[in-house]
């Protein structure tokens, strides 16, 4: 889960430099920069104080690091916008059917989906098929339907483009209400009554003018949706609480709604995740034995299921994180370790385990980030060792922890790494954060002079950063 960020200790050092030293390691950084072999794809999470900014570490192969293992993202069958009594109301027809030919037009760049009508639900249509058009430009994304996809559509007349003319046999056409948000495919006979039932309520709803009414109808509707277990209504009824305030109290009733979708792996985890956030943000703390019942199945929903926990004061202790901090995904151990340092008391010896054990690149740098968002100075030992570690990403976020533990400690561990570490690389590196956040007419920094520290660090305190050209190319 997000970690907050950390709070500022130091103003921005580099008022204390000189112009010349500036545009130094401006140039310098910039190199460093344009020979590095690719950009890091993972965001930090530990930020550094304000102000300051972290210059890039020593360049590695990409071969050595792992590429971004995202999990699925389970995308929200709607826009999460416009919730679906809307579209109701903005359709001439809504029709069940069942699609038995697509037409291509102009390259592909447009089709006509011809549907057999089962069943009308509202409005009407003529005769008992219709054409659905679909204007696809040239995007590359699948059909708003596939042949013998049964479905429920909101429809209205098709937009009056000259382009539609030019390239249409003459004939009635129609288009979903909202786009994709206009159709909704149904597995079974018992999902096609509940969207049917949604959409009567919906209608129903439209006509209530009493402000206090609708909404309670509002309400209960979305509650109805997400006790379907129908993953489309469950999206729509996100929609239709975000639209609610306040949320709090929950019947009995709406609880054991929430404890069905937060425990179904059916409803997307994009949908879940919407849901935690939702219910975080409005403080509803009624919601926590549903959170705590919820199924955690991606790192998504095990973040901001967590977060929420946390926020409304229902934290997970270190039980409930005990399985997921060895599970076989590694995405999953990093959020376990992230909530692992949110703890009243997190164990910095064992997130340090992590940080130098895990055998995945992505855990190792979760937990670094971890450690920094601990703030406590007894990770420094564990975040001095990994600064010394050649893997760029992994260097770049123990200097980034070492900084959002701040104060003199952190400055020391710079110190001691600048005098004592193994290479060139992890000596120069740790020379120019001590500057960078401190100042080179700091203390801190004077107390580096003063130990009589290698040429390379006087260089970096002097002119700024440059790598060796033969490390850009090692291995």
Same mark, same amino acid.
């Given at each position: 889960m997000s970690q907050p960020p950390v709070a500022s200790r130091r103003a921005s050092a580099g008022a204390l430099w000189a112009p010349a030293a500036f545009a130094a390691i401006a140039l310098v950084l910039a190199a460093v920069s344009a020979a590095a072999h690719g950009p890091v794809r993972r965001q930090p999470v530990t930020k550094p104080p304000a102000g300051v900014e972290i210059p890039p570490g020593p360049p590695l192969d990409p071969k050595a690091l792992q590429g971004s293992r995202g999990s699925p993202s389970g995308a929200v069958p709607t826009t999460g916008v416009v919730p679906l009594r809307s579209l109701g109301a903005e359709s001439t027809a809504v029709v069940e059917g069942v699609v038995l030919k697509t037409t291509p037009f102009d390259d592909d760049k447009l089709r006509v989906y011809q549907v057999r009508v089962e069943?009308? +639900?509202?409005?009407t249509v003529d005769g008992d098929e219709v054409d659905l058009v679909e204007i696809r430009g040239a995007a590359a994304h699948p059909g708003f339907v596939a042949d013998g996809e049964r479905a429920i559509l909101v429809l209205r007349p098709a937009p009056r483009f000259s382009y539609l003319t030019q390239q249409l046999p003459a004939g009635t056409y129609y288009s979903p209400a909202g786009g994709r948000d206009g159709i909704m495919p149904i597995a079974s006979d018992a999902e096609r009554d509940a969207v049917a039932?949604? !959409?009567d309520e919906g209608f129903r709803i439209s006509t209530l003018t009493d402000e206090s009414e609708n909404r309670r109808a509002r309400r209960a509707l979305a509650f109805e949706e997400l006790g379907s277990m129908v993953p489309r209504l469950a999206a729509d009824a996100l929609v239709e609480l975000r639209r609610l305030d306040p949320l709090a109290p929950l019947s009995r009733d709406e609880l054991t709604a929430l404890e069905r979708t937060f425990a179904a792996k059916s409803i997307p985890p994009a949908t879940r995740v919407g849901l935690a956030q939702l219910l975080a943000q409005r403080g509803v703390t009624d919601a926590v034995p549903a959170l705590r019942a919820a199924l955690l199945d991606t790192p998504e929903v095990f973040d901001a299921v967590f977060a929420a926990r946390t926020r409304l004061g229902a934290p997970p202790d270190r039980s409930e994180l005990t399985s997921y901090l060895t599970a076989k995904d590694p995405a999953v151990r990093a959020s376990a370790i992230r909530a692992l340092a949110e703890l009243k008391d997190p164990a910095?010896?064992?997130?340090?385990r992590y940080a130098t054990t895990d055998p995945d690149v992505e855990v190792r740098v979760a937990a670094?980030?971890?450690l920094g968002a601990t703030q406590q100075p007894a990770a420094l030992p564990?975040? *001095?060792q990994t600064f010394g570690t050649s893997q760029r990403e992994v260097r770049q976020a123990s200097g980034r922890?070492? +900084?959002?533990?701040?104060?003199?400690?952190?400055s020391q561990a710079l110190i001691n790494l600048a005098l004592h570490g193994e290479d060139a690389d992890t000596r120069a590196?740790?020379?120019?954060? !001590?500057?960078? *956040?401190?100042?080179?007419?700091?203390a801190p920094v004077q107390r580096l002079l003063a130990s009589n520290p290698s040429s390379e660090v006087r260089n970096v305190i002097e002119h700024g950063l440059r790598w060796s050209h033969s490390h850009q190319h090692d291995e």
């Open positions: 069943r009308t +639900l509202h409005g039932h949604a !959409l910095v010896g064992e997130i340090g670094i980030e971890a564990t975040l *001095s922890a070492i +900084l959002a533990i701040g104060g003199d400690p952190a590196y740790a020379a120019l954060l !001590l500057m960078v *956040s401190n100042g080179r007419d700091s």
